[in-house]
């Protein structure tokens, strides 16, 4: 069941574990894209995003002798999650906004945003529908939000966002649905056009 | 209008039946309810919809490497760097036995004590008394070994020792208690002045158990500040 990537990752770690930098440093560079999008879809912000993931990495780092037979993507990705989780609650209790990033957003930084075939039209749309998202996502509870973005956007099966998040399977089910139905219902309401159903009137 | 309706579809189920995470049971139930019911239709595409569009969100690139420089690691040290659990256990050891054992002394040390107060206050014939009840009391105590009842000798004058060095333990034990090398049996050594001795050896072994404890747990406790 463990593929070949999951083979060198073992290696590393034991390279990594004895305290060799550069070793753990691969792990870093094959890994901090995805700790990045999870970071920056469960804070909503890129500078969060990024402190959350050196943070998160630094955590890995000094607690790597506690990982033990475990894969290091979902013990990582835990890592990133918990860290999110912290950093959303010291914002709550700052009763701060999450920054407004999502306003001044660079169209260089989306690059799966555009392609040539799009018309101008179809490229409006899709920035609604991603900005739209992004507010729907920002409106779950961190928890729900944790569990839509590890399994619609990170792509992980259920038994992988079992393992991140620490829950069963079953309650990953649960959770799951009740966040895309949350999610739905949210786009209902604030912006029927984009849905189907709208069409059927 | 059908009279006979079947049950609307729940969220959990459309989730899982847009996962194709259903059972074939299930799933042919959701299908064939999802043609007859619009309301569930409606709710069916619009979550499809929206699962869709989590699907085609972006992604962004790592605005840095987050690899860690020697610096982050000269901060962060070894990654084992807690303190290692023998060290939590020996704490926590060390600190129970320490407790114990002046707890134990305690014990042993006060019923000499007052006894020894009690004689300086009584008249001879209840003193005599007491002695005897002194002597069980230090007789109940265990001997120690041989080998610290002659360690014991050896520190008291030569001569002594070399004439006692052969005797039965019991016997080393009274006659250290009395200190000289008169050799009485236990039942007779009571009588008399040293009867009471002031605190038997068990006592005093203790002491240097504790002393060695608080030693053992100061190292612990030092350790355990300053680990590294």
């Known amino acids: 069941m463990s593929s070949p990537r999951m083979q060198e990752d073992q290696h590393i770690i034991r390279l990594a574990k004895s305290g060799d930098i550069a070793a753990f440093n691969q792990l870093v560079l094959r890994y901090q894209n995805q700790a990045y999008n999870v970071a920056y ?69 989306l690059p799966r945003w555009q392609s040539d075939e799009e018309t101008p039209e179809e490229v409006a749309l899709r920035h609604e529908i991603g900005r739209a998202v992004e507010e729907g996502l920002l409106e ?62 | 209008m059908g009279v006979l309706r ?63 420089t020697e610096a982050d690691v000269q901060s962060v040290r070894k990654p084992s760097r807690s303190r290692p659990v023998w060290l939590r256990w020996a704490a926590a050891v060390v600190a129970v036995t320490f407790l114990f054992v002046i707890g134990l002394d305690l014990f042993l040390a006060t019923s000499p004590h007052e006894f020894d107060q009690a004689l300086l206050h009584t008249p001879a014939e209840t003193r005599a ?6 002597a069980k009391v230090v007789q109940v ?45 236990p039942e007779k050594a009571p009588v008399g002045d040293s009867a009471a001795a002031p605190s038997p050896p068990l006592v005093d072994w203790l002491k240097w158990v504790e002393v060695g404890l608080a030693g053992l747990l100061l190292v612990i406790l030092l350790l355990y500040i300053f680990w590294p």
């Open chain 2, 129 to 134: 008394i007491i002695t005897k009840e002194v």
């Open chain 1, 140 to 201: 779950l509870s961190p928890e729900h939000r944790a569990v839509v973005v590890l399994s619609d956007i990170e792509g992980l099966s259920y038994e992988e966002i079992s393992q991140v998040l620490n829950i069963p399977v079953g309650t990953v089910k649960s959770r799951l649905s009740r966040a895309r139905a949350r999610l739905r219902d949210y786009l209902r309401s604030h912006y029927p056009e984009l849905l189907p159903a709208a069409y059927r009137q």
């Open chain 2, 6 to 68: 079947s049950r609307h579809v729940s969220d959990k189920e459309l989730s899982l039946f847009i996962d194709h995470r259903l059972n074939s049971r299930d799933r042919q139930r959701v299908e064939a309810h999802l043609q007859e019911c619009a309301s569930c239709r409606r709710a069916y595409e619009d979550m499809q919809a929206t699962v869709l569009f989590l699907q085609q969100m972006p992604r962004v690139a790592a605005p840095r490497a987050f690899t860690l």
């Open chain 1, 41 to 109: 879809r469960l804070l909503g912000d890129p500078d969060g995003a990024a402190d959350a993931t050196q943070e998160a990495f630094i955590k890995a780092y000094q607690r790597l002798h506690q990982l033990r037979g475990e894969h290091f993507r979902p013990w990582l990705l835990r890592i990133v999650t918990n860290t999110c989780y912290d950093i959303l609650r010291r914002r709550a209790r700052r009763a701060t906004q999450p920054l407004d990033a999502m306003e001044d957003e660079d169209p260089e930084r």
């Open chain 2, 141 to 185: 105590t265990p001997a120690p070994s041989q080998e610290s009842a002659k360690a014991l000798l050896r520190e008291e004058s030569a001569p002594a020792s070399a004439t006692v060095e052969s005797a039965p333990p019991a016997q080393a034990l009274s006659s250290s208690s009395i200190r000289g090398p008169v050799k009485v049996t």
